[in-house]
């Protein structure tokens, strides 16, 4: 209901009741009522007084009635202001809240915006920084690669250098025994060289049981020519021959195979004399035909210029040395080519008196030849 129609209806209620009560009283005083004992007059009195009140109490009562806020300003008052005064603290705290608020928001939009300006300058100087560090990184690894390589050629360096370190080792150990042969040599005290021949055999082997004996022979006959050459005058009662077993074992192996052989046995160092052992090594070819008898071992051309004992000699030792490589090559055992000595020397002497041509040397193979055997040769000369 609004505040006029309830200011209108308590006028119109008041009125009505003032009206009422006044009539009331009237009749009371005309009729001469007395309450409790009371004067008329006094009881007309009080009857206005509780009809005033009465008015009073229904004009508050349809207040209180039609109007809710009537009610709760009258009753709550006090509740009220107490909770606008909390609402009020409540919304200056809060007022104040929003202001700090607002300052800490202001002040970390600030910080924000110097974070990311600091950023932007962080990435525009971390841009060259990242290309400089993927240049280090490449050159790092480039460094890694060629640290790499520089180990593998160190340590292919090293190995080489040990080579070379056992390559001179072994080099100045063959020196110094040089240089005691060198020195035997010349005292005459080697008696044996390296590499020469101790015992040679050309055997077939009808069965190869006896490869055996035939090693065993062969060892015999080598060392009792090592012990005449080693220790003179001594009775050959010792094996001062050494071996290595498995090169016999090989060396009986291979000849127990069809076929002719040729064995022999060579020393392996050079040997003075009165030493007790002499070490020795096995080889073994198969015996074939390596001359035939006609084979042009070499040539050598002698010029017309060339006409002195010296030039002719060194000629035909030329001749006699390229003909003898030319049998090791083709498999000879000798030792050395067989000719005719008192031939050569009248060729020579032929060949000082010659005319002025030049003259052609061949040394000729007279006869065939297997591996062992010696290889004959003749000397002719043609135009």
Do not use: C
């Not at 009371?38 to 209180?64: D, E, F, H």
């Not at 690669?145 to 050629?153: E, F, G, T, V, Y």
């Not at 020469?196 to 082997?205: D, E, K, P």
């Not at 080889?283 to 004992?309: F, I, Q």
């Amino acid at each position: 209901m609004s505040g006029w129609l309830l200011i209108l209806s308590l006028l119109i209620l008041g009125g009505i009741l003032s009206t009422l009560g006044d009539r009331l009283g009237s009749r009371v005083g005309k009729a001469r009522l007395s309450l409790f004992n009371m004067r008329p007059r006094r009881t007309a009195v009080v009857i206005t007084v509780l009809t005033g009140s009465l008015i009073s109490a229904l004009s508050l009562g349809l207040m209180l009635l039609v109007s809710r806020q009537l009610r709760v300003g009258l009753f709550e008052l006090d509740t009220l202001q107490a909770r606008l005064k909390d609402s009020r603290e409540q919304l200056d705290a809060a007022e104040r809240e929003r202001v700090e608020t607002r300052r800490a928001t202001v002040r970390i939009e600030a910080e924000l915006k110097a974070a990311e300006q600091r950023a932007n300058t962080l990435r525009q100087e971390l841009a060259p920084l990242q290309k400089q560090r993927q240049t280090l990184e490449a050159d790092r690894d480039r460094l890694s690669r060629d640290i790499a390589a520089r180990d593998l050629d160190i340590q292919r360096t090293e190995a080489e250098l040990n080579t070379v370190r056992n390559r001179i080792k072994l080099g100045e150990r063959e020196l110094k025994d040089l240089e005691r042969n060198l020195v035997a040599l010349r005292r005459g005290a080697v008696v044996l060289r390296s590499g020469q021949i101790l015992a040679t055999a050309t055997v077939r082997m009808e069965s190869p049981d006896q490869a055996k004996q035939v090693v065993d022979r062969l060892l015999q006959e080598a060392n009792f020519n090592a012990y005449g050459k080693v220790l003179p005058g001594q009775a050959p009662d010792q094996q001062i021959i050494r071996v290595p077993r498995s090169d016999v074992n090989r060396l009986q192996g291979i000849i127990s195979k069809p076929g002719t052989w040729v064995i022999s046995l060579r020393s392996a160092t050079n040997v003075l004399r009165g030493e007790t052992v002499v070490y020795a090594f096995p080889e073994v070819h198969p015996n074939r035909l390596v001359t035939k008898k006609g084979d042009v071992l070499a040539s050598v051309r002698l010029d017309p210029s060339e006409r002195s004992n010296a030039a002719i000699r060194t000629r035909l030792n030329l001749l006699l040395a390229s003909a003898y490589a030319e049998a090791k090559r083709r498999g000879s055992l000798t030792a050395g080519l067989q000719f005719d000595g008192q031939a050569l020397a009248q060729l020579g002497q032929t060949l000082m008196e010659r005319s002025e041509q030049g003259i052609t040397l061949q040394a000729i193979s007279t006869r065939d030849s297997n591996s062992a055997d010696p290889i004959f040769v003749a000397v002719e000369s043609n135009p």
